[in-house]
């Protein structure tokens, strides 16, 4: 096989064709410390591109309680175990990926789920890390986690789906990054479901092909406009746009660049599976760092860190805060005293907003005893 360079792996891996970069690279951050778990965002995806026969099933966006909660259910547990150990040493990963650890005879380590584990999309909702003894009650923080994560296609710089298809029905856009299952060649064969361990690709038993996200590229090309899963996020948790396909040529105006290479906080998902994908997440802050280490690779500790300190840290607090802000793409951010201001490629402004919202704290009655709006 081919070697390629993912930097995300800090290493060179095989790979079925050799590397092939796109113009420029579509990117998504989500931040799953500000998810409240309102699945806007699932049926905004939902309403707009899978409401049909067929389609019932399909949830090109879902999001999942973590740590047990999963769609199609098992998931990443199932991929993790069979690949086997993972080690990182510093910022390399010296285990196999989903690529080096293929069966003779294939070229990506997968499995195909069964019927049944599409069954229950929201399986363990709302359940925490361990259980909750009776009468137990917050005191301060506490060992007791859970998260929400959202998943959609990571339109991955090497996509699994696309190395496993023998009709060449998958490819990623050379303008942009997207990878896209062209309906025409696919034969239903499922090849690529087998093969994304994020399990991405579904199978329509009614047109009897395979279909993912378009990462909303026709709204995209007609308005400039990010993804309907961005733009309608309740909890203002994402940002879409474009990054540098190389982290050496990283831009610090471009809120991308600037999250993901510069200050390093945006982190993939699994980098370990070896597919570079293109969705970054800030790891949520109270998780227990073993769980963020196997989930989001090394830099998590110190992600987690940089994000606690935001508040003190103007730029980053700007980056953060433009999430949800415009509608369009923003290309370019900037701090501004206490406001940020996004810019999108024609060099308009996209959003100027307050980094700090005005708070008003309510005076402590001795009285009453109690913090009350009218002490009197
Ligand atoms: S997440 Fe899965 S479906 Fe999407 S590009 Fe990567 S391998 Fe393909
Ligand atoms: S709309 Fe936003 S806040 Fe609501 S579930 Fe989706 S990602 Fe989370």
């Avoid at 005879?105 to 229950?120: A, H, I, K, T, W």
Wanted: net charge positive.
């Amino acid at each position: 096989m081919p070697k390629v360079k993912n930097w995300q792996i800090g290493r060179d891996m095989e790979y079925p064709y050799p590397e092939s970069k796109p113009q420029k690279q579509v990117a998504f951050i989500f931040d799953p410390n500000k998810c409240i778990a309102c699945q806007t965002c699932t049926m905004a995806c939902k309403t707009t591109w899978t409401s049909g026969k067929g389609q019932e099933y399909v949830f090109w966006n879902n999001v999942e309680s973590k740590p047990y909660g999963f769609y199609p259910l098992g998931w990443d547990v199932q991929t993790l175990g069979l690949l086997g150990p993972q080690k990182w040493e510093g910022g390399k990963y010296a285990g196999k990926t989903v690529f080096e650890a293929a069966p003779d005879q294939e070229s990506v380590l997968g499995y195909l789920p069964n019927e049944r584990d599409y069954e229950s999309p929201n399986l363990a909702e709302d359940e925490c890390s361990a259980s909750v003894e009776r009468g137990e009650h917050l005191k301060g923080v506490h060992k007791k986690w859970g998260f929400y994560l959202a998943r959609i296609c990571n339109h991955c710089a090497y996509p699994g789906c696309l190395a496993a298809c023998p009709r060449k029905a998958i490819y990623k856009r050379a303008e942009d990054g997207i990878v896209l299952i062209d309906q025409k060649r696919c034969r239903g064969y499922r090849e690529c479901v087998k093969a994304c361990p994020y399990k991405k690709p579904f199978y329509n038993n009614t047109t009897r092909v395979s279909e993912k996200c378009i990462s909303c590229y026709p709204k995209m090309e007609a308005t400039g406009q990010q993804s309907q899963c961005t733009t309608n996020c309740i909890g203002k948790i994402r940002l879409n746009g474009f990054k540098s396909v190389d982290p050496a040529q990283a831009n610090k105006d471009n809120p991308f660049d600037y999250l993901i290479h510069i200050r390093k906080i945006a982190l993939p998902l699994y980098p370990q599976f070896g597919t570079q994908p293109n969705v970054y997440y800030i790891p949520p802050v109270h998780v227990d760092p073993k769980y963020l280490l196997q989930m989001f690779g090394p830099g998590a500790e110190e992600a987690v860190k940089a994000y606690r300190n935001a508040p003190n840290d103007k730029e980053l607090l700007a980056a953060l805060t433009i999430f949800g802000c415009a509608e369009p793409m923003t290309s370019k951010f900037k701090a501004e005293g206490d406001l940020a201001v996004g810019i999108d490629d024609k060099g308009a402004e996209t959003a100027r907003v307050p980094t700090r919202e005005p708070s008003f704290v309510r005076e402590f009655s001795q009285k009453t005893g109690a913090f009350l709006y009218n002490n009197s």
